[in-house]
């Protein structure tokens, strides 16, 4: 049995709204920070109060921590970023982890109850296995390969992968015009690179993060950075002069909450959350991908299996 009291009546979404019209970016702020001035209602809703998650590992960890611990990306616009300037932690993902903490009974924006945990795509499953962080969201696709290893709740975002190339790039126009010359750069651990290797003759280089990749495309040492089309409109919106995206995406990508394995009522919670929150959702999805080119539908999530 669990309790929650969500407050995100079409009021406080409003609200959320307006603030994010007001001050859509670089404001700045402190990590995990107000969203959007003092007395503003923050997008992802109210911190819940009374929860209980009965027979949830996960949960029972974070109570007697007493704080959430939330692995992130930390290199990628609009989705999971910290902004070097003003240090704050800002994109989709990030909301979407403030908003499960909240949903717990966390508040966000109180930096010893929540912590964040930068983990590159190779190491999620093993950092999920070690307890290190309680839950991940970071543009993770749910595949069966990983479920062999951890759980996920979701999915609660579609979209699929693409090509970023140099703005003045006519040659490369989607996948089918990539050749044995051509030198794609993808992530360590991603299904984008896996596929690329699989489905096309092109040369691959890997990194650890997306934006190394996107410096080796500026700086001409590659041709074209390969992952999620989401992400790749990110990089590009930073730097229109000199980046675009090439064709159409060639795979569905379904974004999921990385969970503990077996954490069926942890599952349960956020699939619940999800399902119920379309409002939240949205007025996430408007604040940071708002202008971004991307689906604004929220997918329905899978059935606990
Ligand atoms: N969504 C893909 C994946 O989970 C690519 C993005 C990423 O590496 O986080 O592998």
Do not use: H
């Amino acid at each position: 049995m669990r309790k929650t009291r969500f407050l995100a009546g079409a009021s406080i979404i409003a609200a959320g709204l307006l603030a994010l019209t007001a001050c859509n970016s670089g404001t700045p702020g402190a990590e995990g920070g107000s969203e959007g001035g003092s007395g503003d209602a923050p997008v992802y809703g109210a911190v819940a109060t009374d929860v209980t998650i009965e027979n949830s590992p996960t949960f029972d960890k974070i109570q007697s921590a007493g704080k959430v611990v939330v692995g992130v990306k930390e290199d990628q616009p609009g989705l999971g970023y910290l902004d070097p300037v003003t240090g704050e932690r800002k994109g989709f993902d990030v909301d979407v982890a403030r908003w499960i903490a909240a949903s717990l009974g966390y508040d966000p924006a109180d930096t010893s109850k929540v912590e964040y945990k930068a983990i590159a795509s190779a190491n999620r499953e093993q950092a999920l296995i070690n307890g290190d962080i309680d839950y991940y969201v970071g543009t993770y696709s749910i595949t069966d390969k990983r479920k062999e290893q951890i759980s996920f709740a979701g999915p609660y975002f579609l979209t699929g992968q693409g090509l970023l190339v140099a703005a003045d790039n006519d040659t490369i126009t989607g996948k089918d015009s990539l050749t044995a010359e051509t030198t794609v750069c993808s992530v360590t651990g991603s299904t984008p690179i896996q596929r690329i290797r699989e489905q096309t003759p092109a040369q691959v280089v890997e990194f650890d993060t997306y934006s190394q990749c996107v410096e080796k495309l500026k700086n001409g040492e590659v041709d074209a950075v390969t992952t999620d089309e989401a992400i790749l409109l990110g990089y590009a919106a930073q730097d229109p002069d000199n980046l675009k995206i090439a064709g159409e995406p060639f795979s569905e990508e379904r974004y999921g909450v990385g969970l503990a394995k077996g954490d069926t009522a942890f599952q349960e919670f956020v699939n619940t959350m999800f399902t119920d929150g379309g409002e939240t959702w949205q007025a996430i999805f408007e604040k940071n991908l708002g202008a971004s080119g991307v689906s604004g539908e929220q997918p329905a999530v899978d059935p606990v299996s």
